[in-house]
């Protein structure tokens, strides 16, 4: 499932970086040019998602695609009707600093 295109990403530097869903890993990747990948991990429950952890390799930090990844996945829990449980840090930050998302939290 492709949710959004580097155009979202003012920080892509031109890449062409798109957000994949594996459910069946529960997970969202940008699958990286050099083969590493940014990524929002979550646990699945009735009605919610639990985004637990975001991973950005440090030759991809400073470019805005933990931000990305972030908003493919409350954008999925959106058009699926479900709650996020902001359980990792950075998602915590994510909803602090996008006050649309803020009404799918747990």
């Not at 979202?8 to 530097?13: N, R, T, V």
């Amino acid at each position: 499932m492709e949710l959004r295109g580097a155009a979202d990403c003012p920080y892509a530097g031109g890449m062409s970086l798109d957000v994949v869903h594996q459910p069946d890993r529960g997970r969202f990747v940008i699958a990286m040019e050099n083969g590493d990948e940014v990524m929002l991990e979550y646990r699945q429950s009735p009605g919610a998602l639990d985004f637990y952890h975001t991973f950005v390799p440090e030759s991809a930090r400073g470019k805005g695609l933990a931000e990305k990844v972030v908003a493919a996945g409350f954008a999925f829990a959106r058009e699926k009707g479900m709650k996020v449980v902001p359980t990792c840090s950075y998602v915590g930050t994510y909803l602090r600093r996008h006050p649309e998302d803020q009404e799918l939290a747990a």
